[in-house]
């Protein structure tokens, strides 16, 4: 058990530079120490975790999720020493988190410097992107994500709900008009939301029933910080979620259309793993932005 206990260690160390030699340096061993013990792993398991290459060495499938599971049994190990030393009482160590695009900018900025001044020996690492992530293989201790969640092992407390809004600034309302139905979008200035997109597609729903429509855009944007700057310019009508609008729909900047059409709102959760195991600096994390986010008035169902 030792020995195994060891050579995950060994692989481990290829997580930050997948390569031998780093991780022979990492660890103050030879070369041929870390690749004996890469060895034993892989006879003893029987799938190999390592593709060699003249360029270095790659994870493989099997490798990728074998790395998550040591990275998590480690932290597990070094939590349980600390704690029989007695310093589980103060959360420390890395945090990984993924967010949702511009919610750093809109909502978590003054979450995550409340946190980090609450709990100094923490270092949180946030990651960015709108879609649901694979917590396990990315090894990611806590998300924020926005919409209905695949069934999964997950622990999830929800926070709050946004909406997709269709907006404009009032300028350029007063100028062309405010839509009254979807199908009034084919004669405004449209603002998409991906580079290159010529062509917007946006779904609303009438009476409960589902209705679609694809126009032509006048601008795209590779961001949607970059669209909704554009809107809010007079540039045309953009379409997104509302927890970035909240800020420019209150100051007036920006004029929300099209409401009664609008699609049910999405719910937002906090999600973790490991109920029962979660580290001090896990529960610590989610407490603290759990009732950070309920409190926020951008998730709020009917805040705007």
């Known amino acids: 058990m030792m020995d195994r206990y060891h050579e995950m260690i060994v ?4 997580s930050e530079h997948p390569s031998l030699a780093a991780a022979a340096r990492r660890l103050s061993v030879s070369g041929p120490t870390v ?5 034993r792993l892989e006879a003893r398991l029987g799938v190999p975790l390592l593709v060699r290459s003249t360029r270095g060495v790659t994870l493989t499938e099997a490798g990728t999720a074998f790395m998550a599971d040591c990275s998590r049994i480690l932290k597990a190990v070094d939590e349980a020493e600390a704690s029989a030393k007695g ?3 103060q959360a420390q160590g890395n945090l990984t988190v993924l967010l949702p695009l511009l919610f750093g900018r809109y909502v978590m900025t003054p979450l995550l410097t409340g946190y980090m001044e609450a709990y100094p020996e923490v270092k949180v690492f946030a990651h960015y992107h709108d879609r649901f992530p694979n917590m396990n293989e990315e090894a990611l201790d806590v998300a924020v994500l926005v919409g209905h969640l695949p069934s999964s092992s997950l622990i999830a407390r929800q926070v709050g709900h946004v909406r997709s809004i269709v907006c404009g600034s009032p300028a ?3 100028t062309h008009g405010e839509p009254d139905v979807p199908q009034d979008l084919k004669r405004h200035r449209l603002i998409a939301t991906k580079a290159y997109r010529d062509k917007v597609q ?3 729903q009438a009476q409960g029933e589902p209705n679609n429509i694809k126009a032509r855009s006048q601008v ?6 970059a669209a909704i700057d554009a809107a809010a310019h007079g540039a045309g009508l953009t379409r997104c979620l509302s927890y970035p609008l909240f800020d420019y729909l209150n100051s007036g900047r920006l004029k929300r259309v099209l409401q009664p059409f609008e699609l049910p709102a999405l719910p937002v959760h906090v999600v973790y793993r490991e109920r029962r195991r979660a580290s001090m600096r896990v529960r610590s994390f ?3 932005i759990v ?3 309920r409190e926020h008035p951008a998730l709020r169902p009917d805040a705007l």
């Open 11 to 14: 692989f481990e160390a290829l």
């Open 35 to 39: 690749v004996r013990a890469i060895a």
């Open 87 to 89: 310093s589980h009482v």
């Open 172 to 174: 350029y309302l007063a």
């Open 202 to 204: 946006w779904d609303f």
């Open 220 to 225: 795209s944007c590779a961001t949607v910080q």
């Open 286 to 288: 989610v407490d603290y």
């Open 291 to 293: 009732d950070g986010l």
